[in-house]
């Protein structure tokens, strides 16, 4: 990487109120940035801002952190976490921010981006991007109820037009929001066709808050290509920070990894998996993370395949060492084949 995007990313930002230490932030994932995952990344130092799975607004307020599986935490890391909520009604949605200021966590997330049907069918996630009145009320409601770093993460919306979330960026910052994340997709499209940057430095130039670049950065070339031609103020990485959590820390100093470093992330996720989950779904969360760890190794298709056959730990464990023990080879890029 190139010193000056090197320093950059390792260049503090004012989010709101806050101020967090570097450029390169974790993007919310359901199903893969729970509590284990992120004591897994925080092993390897971690990264700016880390955030939750999507939360439902309605569950929020009255949700258990020691039974729920998503808005769970270890109090440690609620000064660098943020928590991504979901809903389709502004006063909802105010009232699980207000937990969410209350429990200590950085700052609340709004998730304007989820396309996946059962989500935008209850008129939430990217379904909101359709009703520009109401996504912009909400984060006004929200506004008003908290005063931690507010965030919105939103993609181009339903049709494929530069216009579309540059108005929306508008309306996000005028109603209060503290930063953007922006994915620049349109909603029906679930990551198959790449995303198109261009977007985004359109909605950075339109806005004064901090906007995050997201979708498909996976290596450093990625990083510094999509800084240089957005001038986006930092940039939200999502499926690589599952295949290689340690990621962040290696583009912020530049350090090698050593090989084996992938051998002792599987093992210690199950760990970690185990330690938070009844063992039933952390097999099955273990077995969706596997997908993006297999995705960055040249025949990580048929590691895979054992991986899912696979009933216990033991032979979860076989399979890692199976693999391991034959020096596979990287892949430049993950498959995307595996990974969408
Ligand atoms: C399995 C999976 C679950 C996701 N869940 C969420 C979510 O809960 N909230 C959200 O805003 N985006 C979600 N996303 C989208 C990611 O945050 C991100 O925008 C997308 O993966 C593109 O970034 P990447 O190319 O760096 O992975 C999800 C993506 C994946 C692959």
Known sequence: MKPSIQKFINTPLKIGNRVIPGRLILAPMAGLTHVAYRELLESYGGCSLMFTEMCSARSVPQENRYVSPVFRW?????PH?????FGADPEIMATAAKRVEAEGFFGVDLNFGCSVAAICKKNCGAALLKTPDLAEKMVRDVRKAVSIPL???FRTGWEDRPDLPVELARRFESAGADALIFHPRVAPDRRTRPPKWAYIRHVKQAVSIPVFGNGEVFTPEDCEKMIETTGCDGISLGRIAIAKPWVFSQWRTGHAVEMEIYRKNMKQIFFLLNKHYEPIPAIRK?????IYNASVFQFG???LKKITRAGDFSEIESAIDAFFDHSPALSARPNLNLFR
Not at 74 to 78: A, K, T, V, Y
């Open 301 to 303: 298709h048929s590691f």
């Open 151 to 153: 965030s919105v993460k």
């Open 74 to 78: 270890r109090d440690e890391e609620l």
């Open 286 to 290: 273990f077995k969706k993370m596997a």
């Open 81 to 85: 976490l943020v928590c991504q909520i």
